[in-house]
T-cell receptor, first 112, second 116 residues
Framework: GQNIDQPTEMTATEGAIVQINCTYQTSGFNGLFWYQQHAGEAPTFLSYNVLDGLEEKGRFSSFLSRSKGYSYLLLKELQMKDSASYLCAVRVGGSTLGRLYFGRGTQLTVWP | GAGVSQSPSNKVTEKGKDVELRCDPISGHTALYWYRQSLGQGLEFLIYFQGNSAPDKSGLPSDRFSAERTGGSVSTLTIQRTQQEDSAVYLC??????????????FGAGSRLTVL
Protein backbone atom coordinates (compact mmCIF):
# COMPACT_ATOMS: atom_id res chain seq x y z
CA GLY A 1 0.00 0.00 0.00
CA GLN A 2 0.88 3.66 0.01
CA ASN A 3 1.84 5.48 3.20
CA ILE A 4 1.80 9.27 3.33
CA ASP A 5 2.48 11.10 6.59
CA GLN A 6 2.13 14.75 7.48
CA PRO A 7 1.56 16.56 10.78
CA THR A 8 -2.04 16.89 11.88
CA GLU A 9 -1.91 20.51 12.99
CA MET A 10 0.38 23.53 12.87
CA THR A 11 0.05 27.11 14.02
CA ALA A 12 1.90 30.25 13.01
CA THR A 13 1.54 34.00 13.19
CA GLU A 14 0.72 36.43 10.43
CA GLY A 15 3.80 37.45 8.43
CA ALA A 16 5.82 34.42 9.51
CA ILE A 17 7.14 31.48 7.49
CA VAL A 18 5.89 27.93 7.98
CA GLN A 19 7.14 24.63 6.59
CA ILE A 20 4.77 21.67 6.30
CA ASN A 21 6.54 18.34 5.88
CA CYS A 22 5.32 15.24 4.10
CA THR A 23 6.97 11.83 4.00
CA TYR A 24 5.84 9.02 1.79
CA GLN A 25 6.47 5.37 1.12
CA THR A 26 5.08 4.35 -2.23
CA SER A 27 5.85 2.11 -5.15
CA GLY A 28 5.89 3.55 -8.64
CA PHE A 29 6.24 7.22 -7.64
CA ASN A 30 5.09 9.52 -10.43
CA GLY A 31 4.75 12.98 -8.92
CA LEU A 32 3.89 14.78 -5.69
CA PHE A 33 1.18 17.38 -5.28
CA TRP A 34 0.16 19.88 -2.64
CA TYR A 35 -3.44 21.03 -2.37
CA GLN A 36 -5.08 23.64 -0.14
CA GLN A 37 -8.54 23.03 1.27
CA HIS A 38 -10.54 25.62 3.17
CA ALA A 39 -13.25 24.28 5.43
CA GLY A 40 -16.29 23.17 3.45
CA GLU A 41 -14.65 23.84 0.10
CA ALA A 42 -13.02 21.84 -2.67
CA PRO A 43 -9.28 21.18 -2.56
CA THR A 44 -7.39 23.53 -4.86
CA PHE A 45 -4.06 22.82 -6.51
CA LEU A 46 -0.94 24.55 -5.16
CA SER A 47 2.13 22.81 -6.51
CA TYR A 48 3.59 19.82 -8.33
CA ASN A 49 7.04 18.21 -8.08
CA VAL A 50 8.24 15.25 -10.06
CA LEU A 51 12.00 15.91 -10.03
CA ASP A 52 14.18 16.63 -7.01
CA GLY A 53 14.49 20.24 -6.00
CA LEU A 54 12.56 23.35 -5.20
CA GLU A 55 9.63 24.77 -7.13
CA GLU A 56 8.75 28.36 -6.28
CA LYS A 57 5.44 30.03 -6.99
CA GLY A 58 4.98 33.38 -5.32
CA ARG A 59 4.63 32.99 -1.54
CA PHE A 60 4.50 29.21 -1.88
CA SER A 61 7.41 26.85 -2.55
CA SER A 62 7.54 23.08 -2.62
CA PHE A 63 10.56 20.81 -2.30
CA LEU A 64 11.02 17.17 -3.23
CA SER A 65 13.66 14.56 -2.43
CA ARG A 66 12.72 11.31 -4.12
CA SER A 67 15.57 9.33 -2.54
CA LYS A 68 14.34 10.31 0.93
CA GLY A 69 10.62 10.08 0.16
CA TYR A 70 10.25 13.61 1.49
CA SER A 71 8.60 16.83 0.49
CA TYR A 72 7.80 20.11 2.15
CA LEU A 73 5.54 23.04 1.41
CA LEU A 74 6.94 26.42 2.46
CA LEU A 75 4.56 29.31 2.98
CA LYS A 76 6.06 32.77 3.35
CA GLU A 77 4.57 36.06 4.56
CA LEU A 78 1.64 34.23 6.07
CA GLN A 79 -1.77 35.80 5.83
CA MET A 80 -4.94 35.04 7.75
CA LYS A 81 -6.48 33.60 4.59
CA ASP A 82 -3.77 30.92 4.57
CA SER A 83 -5.56 29.21 7.47
CA ALA A 84 -6.64 25.95 5.80
CA SER A 85 -5.85 22.28 5.51
CA TYR A 86 -2.85 21.43 3.32
CA LEU A 87 -2.96 18.06 1.60
CA CYS A 88 0.07 16.16 0.36
CA ALA A 89 -0.68 13.68 -2.43
CA VAL A 90 1.40 11.23 -4.41
CA ARG A 91 0.66 9.90 -7.87
CA VAL A 92 1.76 6.34 -8.53
CA GLY A 93 1.88 4.19 -11.59
CA GLY A 94 2.92 4.65 -15.16
CA SER A 95 0.11 6.91 -16.28
CA THR A 96 0.37 10.65 -15.76
CA LEU A 97 -3.40 10.61 -15.42
CA GLY A 98 -3.29 8.05 -12.64
CA ARG A 99 -4.97 8.39 -9.27
CA LEU A 100 -3.51 10.33 -6.36
CA TYR A 101 -3.04 9.01 -2.84
CA PHE A 102 -3.60 11.67 -0.20
CA GLY A 103 -2.27 12.19 3.29
CA ARG A 104 -4.68 13.16 6.05
CA GLY A 105 -3.86 16.84 5.68
CA THR A 106 -2.22 19.41 7.94
CA GLN A 107 -4.58 21.95 9.50
CA LEU A 108 -2.74 25.29 9.57
CA THR A 109 -4.03 28.08 11.80
CA VAL A 110 -2.61 31.56 11.26
CA TRP A 111 -2.96 33.92 14.23
CA PRO A 112 -2.91 37.71 13.97
CA GLY B 1 -18.50 24.05 -17.91
CA ALA B 2 -15.98 26.24 -16.14
CA GLY B 3 -15.51 23.87 -13.23
CA VAL B 4 -16.47 20.48 -11.87
CA SER B 5 -20.11 20.49 -10.83
CA GLN B 6 -21.56 18.06 -8.30
CA SER B 7 -25.12 17.46 -7.18
CA PRO B 8 -26.74 17.33 -4.77
CA SER B 9 -24.55 19.45 -2.53
CA ASN B 10 -26.22 17.93 0.52
CA LYS B 11 -28.14 14.70 0.89
CA VAL B 12 -29.72 13.31 4.04
CA THR B 13 -31.06 9.79 3.77
CA GLU B 14 -32.23 6.97 5.97
CA LYS B 15 -30.20 3.86 6.54
CA GLY B 16 -30.98 1.25 3.92
CA LYS B 17 -31.97 3.68 1.16
CA ASP B 18 -30.13 4.01 -2.13
CA VAL B 19 -28.52 7.31 -3.17
CA GLU B 20 -27.14 8.66 -6.43
CA LEU B 21 -24.51 11.38 -6.61
CA ARG B 22 -23.80 13.16 -9.87
CA CYS B 23 -20.62 14.71 -11.27
CA ASP B 24 -20.28 16.94 -14.33
CA PRO B 25 -16.56 17.20 -15.14
CA ILE B 26 -14.81 20.02 -16.92
CA SER B 27 -15.64 19.83 -20.60
CA GLY B 28 -12.99 17.92 -22.52
CA HIS B 29 -11.38 16.34 -19.47
CA THR B 30 -10.72 12.70 -20.19
CA ALA B 31 -10.10 11.43 -16.67
CA LEU B 32 -12.65 11.44 -13.83
CA TYR B 33 -12.09 10.46 -10.21
CA TRP B 34 -14.29 9.88 -7.17
CA TYR B 35 -12.91 10.33 -3.66
CA ARG B 36 -14.50 10.20 -0.23
CA GLN B 37 -13.56 12.44 2.69
CA SER B 38 -14.74 11.52 6.16
CA LEU B 39 -14.42 13.86 9.14
CA GLY B 40 -10.76 14.12 10.13
CA GLN B 41 -9.66 11.73 7.43
CA GLY B 42 -7.76 12.18 4.22
CA LEU B 43 -9.22 11.79 0.79
CA GLU B 44 -9.92 8.13 0.13
CA PHE B 45 -9.77 7.03 -3.50
CA LEU B 46 -12.88 5.24 -4.75
CA ILE B 47 -12.85 4.88 -8.54
CA TYR B 48 -11.18 6.35 -11.62
CA PHE B 49 -12.30 6.56 -15.27
CA GLN B 50 -9.92 7.32 -18.13
CA GLY B 51 -11.28 7.66 -21.64
CA ASN B 52 -12.71 4.42 -22.95
CA SER B 53 -10.57 2.22 -20.71
CA ALA B 54 -12.08 -0.04 -18.07
CA PRO B 55 -12.46 1.94 -14.84
CA ASP B 56 -10.14 1.36 -11.89
CA LYS B 57 -12.60 0.26 -9.21
CA SER B 58 -10.01 -0.88 -6.72
CA GLY B 59 -10.95 1.74 -4.12
CA LEU B 60 -14.64 0.94 -3.85
CA PRO B 61 -15.18 -0.17 -0.22
CA SER B 62 -17.94 -2.72 -0.88
CA ASP B 63 -20.22 -4.05 -3.59
CA ARG B 64 -22.86 -1.57 -2.44
CA PHE B 65 -20.85 1.10 -4.25
CA SER B 66 -20.86 1.45 -8.03
CA ALA B 67 -20.20 4.18 -10.54
CA GLU B 68 -20.65 4.76 -14.22
CA ARG B 69 -19.62 7.38 -16.68
CA THR B 70 -21.88 7.94 -19.66
CA GLY B 71 -20.60 9.25 -22.98
CA GLY B 72 -17.21 10.00 -21.51
CA SER B 73 -18.65 12.90 -19.55
CA VAL B 74 -21.15 12.83 -16.68
CA SER B 75 -20.60 10.29 -13.90
CA THR B 76 -22.96 8.89 -11.29
CA LEU B 77 -21.85 7.28 -8.05
CA THR B 78 -24.50 4.98 -6.59
CA ILE B 79 -24.56 3.71 -3.03
CA GLN B 80 -27.08 0.99 -2.35
CA ARG B 81 -28.53 0.14 1.06
CA THR B 82 -26.71 3.03 2.70
CA GLN B 83 -25.11 2.55 6.12
CA GLN B 84 -24.20 5.18 8.70
CA GLU B 85 -20.49 4.69 7.98
CA ASP B 86 -21.16 5.89 4.43
CA SER B 87 -21.67 9.42 5.80
CA ALA B 88 -18.95 11.56 4.25
CA VAL B 89 -18.26 14.19 1.63
CA TYR B 90 -17.98 12.62 -1.80
CA LEU B 91 -15.64 14.56 -4.05
CA CYS B 92 -15.36 14.29 -7.80
CA UNK B 93 -12.36 15.50 -9.79
CA UNK B 94 -11.42 15.60 -13.45
CA UNK B 95 -8.17 16.09 -15.31
CA UNK B 96 -6.64 16.04 -18.74
CA UNK B 97 -3.08 16.00 -20.08
CA UNK B 98 -1.31 19.35 -19.93
CA UNK B 99 2.04 20.58 -21.17
CA UNK B 100 3.63 20.55 -17.72
CA UNK B 101 2.93 16.87 -17.17
CA UNK B 102 1.20 17.68 -13.89
CA UNK B 103 -2.24 16.86 -15.28
CA UNK B 104 -3.75 18.55 -12.27
CA UNK B 105 -6.91 17.17 -10.73
CA UNK B 106 -9.62 19.83 -10.43
CA PHE B 107 -12.13 19.05 -7.70
CA GLY B 108 -15.78 19.83 -7.37
CA ALA B 109 -17.24 21.20 -4.13
CA GLY B 110 -18.48 17.77 -3.14
CA SER B 111 -21.71 16.12 -2.11
CA ARG B 112 -22.17 15.84 1.65
CA LEU B 113 -24.01 12.60 2.47
CA THR B 114 -25.56 12.05 5.88
CA VAL B 115 -27.07 8.66 6.64
CA LEU B 116 -29.39 8.66 9.64
Amino acid sequence: GQNIDQPTEMTATEGAIVQINCTYQTSGFNGLFWYQQHAGEAPTFLSYNVLDGLEEKGRFSSFLSRSKGYSYLLLKELQMKDSASYLCAVRVGGSTLGRLYFGRGTQLTVWP
Amino acid sequence: GAGVSQSPSNKVTEKGKDVELRCDPISGHTALYWYRQSLGQGLEFLIYFQGNSAPDKSGLPSDRFSAERTGGSVSTLTIQRTQQEDSAVYLCASSSPDSSGANVLTFGAGSRLTVL
